[in-house]
Structures are given as C-alpha cells and as structure tokens.
C-alpha cells in the first residue's frame, strides 16, 4: 500500500497570492491533520479532520482552511500569502484520529513565499 | 498552558558515543510519543509510551517515561552516521503537539 501523499512537492508563490496543497492519506485512514514546519523548529499543528468533520484547529488566521473529501483526501488552502508562510507543509494521516495514534507523514509540500 | 521543553537544541557527538535527548512538560501527561526527522525528510514515528516509569528498547535506542509522567527521555548507545537527524517528543495534550526537536549530528 502507498503511504501518504501530498502534492505538489514544491511551490512558489508571491505575497497576496493563494496556495492549495493537497493530502491522500494511507488507505484506511480516515483522519488527516496538517501542519507547518518552519526551518529549524518542530512542526506546529494547524488542522485536524476526521470523518469530513474539522476536530482541531491550532492557533493561525482564517487565512488558512482545510477540507476532507469524501475519499479521506484533503486540501490545505492558504490565502493572501505572506512571506512568513514560507514552511514545509506536512499532512499526517491517522486510523481514527486520537491523539494517542501513530502519525504517518507524507512527505511534505515546500511552499516559498517570494 | 501546556509548556514543553526540549533539551538539548543541538548536539554534536563523535560516532561511538552515547546521546540523550529530554522532554520537560509543566503538566501531567497521558501518552508521548517520539518521532525522528532526517535531514530534508518528513517525521517518522517510532515509539509511544503510556504507562507511568514506562521503559521500552529498540535496538540502540532507549525509551523512558517518567514516573510522574511529565517527562520523557531518548537515549541513544554507541551512536553512528544513520542517527543523524532531529528527533522529536509529542506528548499528548488531548491535542496534537510537538517539541522543539534536538538535532543530532554525528561524526564519523
């Protein structure tokens, strides 16, 4: 079975712009959460879906959304971009969600803010 | 607020040598887990602990939790080039969260 995927692998954008980053999770899995991993620190969580339901949200703007398809898939969306959103945006999947369950990451989208 | 400390922020050691990385939270917790990141790759979980002085081994690698369950250890034998890369803690908050990372370099 694929683990997970995350497309595209690297991305540049201007400030003011919009960014869309998509996650397919394991087969199976059906919670994704996302984070933004800025050089040199941890990855700081921003969503968690479960079920097509939002169940955690981490503490950035409204600039950031996300959905769960039907399929588990999901989407990050970044609007009005600003040069500190330059990170590695990783997507994790979980079985069901808990916080006590193994996440398996993807490999990430490198997203430059220019 | 939960408050979690990650200690060492780097580390350099000589092949051979031993490593230890700590994780220091202000409150009590139900679960954490480790994970490692190599250079230019993405979080790779390997160990969780639950119970309260859980010890647990892989290989070279040595696990603990505290007996208070506010702290957490990773402690690596005769470390070699492979264990290159930054190593994570997530406890668990009812949240997903994760610390600062020690970043390990070894020389050969």
């Known amino acids: 079975d694929a683990g997970v995927t995350q497309s595209p692998t690297h991305l540049i954008k201007t400030r003011g712009q919009q960014v869309t980053l998509r996650c397919s999770p394991i087969?199976?899995?059906?919670?994704v959460s996302w984070y933004q991993q800025v050089l040199g620190q941890g990855p700081q969580f921003i969503f968690q879906y479960y079920e097509k339901e939002e169940r955690g949200r981490g503490n950035f703007p409204d600039r950031f959304s996300a959905r769960q398809f039907p399929n588990y898939s999901s989407e990050l969306n970044v609007n009005a971009l600003l040069l500190g959103d330059s990170a590695l945006y990783l997507c994790a999947s979980t079985y069901s969600g808990g916080a006590p369950d193994t996440q398996y990451f993807g490999p990430g989208t490198r997203l430059t803010v220019l | 607020g939960q408050q979690v400390m990650q200690i060492p922020q780097y580390q350099h050691v000589q092949e051979g040598e031993d490593f230890t990385t700590y994780c220091n939270s202000s409150t009590t917790l139900s679960n954490i887990q480790w994970y490692k990141q190599r250079p230019g790759g993405h979080p790779v979980f390997l160990i969780q602990l639950v119970k309260s002085g859980e010890v647990k081994k892989q290989k070279r690698l040595t696990f603990q939790f505290g007996e208070a369950k506010k702290n957490s250890s990773l402690h690596i034998t005769a470390t070699q080039t492979t264990d290159v890369g930054t190593y994570f803690c997530?406890?668990?908050?009812?949240?997903?969260?994760f610390g600062s990372g020690t970043k390990l370099n070894v020389k050969p």
């Open positions: 087969s199976g899995h059906k919670s």
């Open positions: 997530a406890p668990n908050f009812n949240k997903f969260y």
